[in-house]
């Protein structure tokens, strides 16, 4: 099936660092999303992102995050400067609608902020 | 706010029997979408099943569910598991509002034993 691929799979930094997590999601695919997913707890939606702009975002997507997607190049999630509570399992999606389309997910950014 | 309940962390079943995984949910939204996600070790969530028509069974891989309303149910079913079969299962929830966003069960560990 379509492929989403999140580099890197693992990302280890210290507290007050930027990160930058990167996806490349399917090619024909024009809506992109994150979660974020605490150990052990369920995957939470952080944002979803069309034609360049935030459509939607949740309270846990602090002023702290952006995102991107430049020149139809990866879709980033960027998070300047990185708390303790940041360290999760980040995972991209991306779909060809909105409504109930379905969401094609990669593996995972696990983020682990020291 | 929507919510999944999956009830059992984990399941451990025995190859050839019959396995069922429960997904119940609350929402206040009428126009909704169900997935059940599997994901294998270090591999991304991928989609099994999806339904949105109440009462109508959905099969996949040898995998069903059928969304029942009136419980507020999803559940998913095998009749005979397979040593493949073992994995981490997501219900999750599309409340079809223009953002796709998805509501998550907090997963459900299947084990199948020889």
């Known amino acids: 099936g379509p492929k989403v691929l999140q580099i890197p799979s693992h990302q280890i930094i210290d507290m007050g660092q930027m990160v930058t997590l990167n996806c490349d999601p399917v090619s024909n695919h024009l809506y992109f999303y994150w979660y974020k997913q605490i150990l052990g707890q369920q995957m939470e939606f952080l944002v979803n992102?069309?034609?360049?702009?935030?459509?939607?975002k949740s309270k846990l997507f602090k002023d702290q995050f952006s995102v991107e997607r430049p020149d139809g190049s990866y879709f980033t999630l960027k998070i300047q400067p990185t708390a303790l509570e940041d360290s999760a399992v980040y995972f991209c999606?991306?779909?060809?609608?909105?409504?109930?389309?379905?969401?094609?997910f990669g593996a995972g950014t696990r983020l682990s902020v020291l | 706010g929507d919510s999944v309940t999956q009830t059992e962390g984990l399941v451990t079943v025995t190859e050839g029997l019959p396995v069922k995984l429960n997904c119940t949910y609350q929402t206040t939204y009428l126009t909704i979408a169900f997935f059940w996600y599997v994901q294998y070790l270090n591999e991304a969530p991928q989609v099994l099943l999806k339904?949105?028509?109440?009462?109508k069974r959905t099969e996949h891989q040898g995998f069903h569910a059928t969304l029942h309303k009136s419980s507020s149910s999803f559940h998913l079913q095998k009749s005979s598991a397979q040593l493949s079969d073992s994995a981490l299962y997501y219900c999750?929830?599309?409340?079809?509002?223009?953002?796709?966003?998805?509501?998550f069960g907090i997963g459900t560990r299947v084990l199948v034993r020889p």
């Open positions: 339904s949105s028509t109440d009462n």
């Open positions: 992102f069309y034609n360049g702009k935030v459509m939607e």
């Open positions: 999606a991306s779909s060809t609608g909105l409504g109930v389309n379905t969401l094609y």
């Open positions: 999750a929830l599309s409340d079809g509002s223009a953002g796709n966003k998805l509501t």
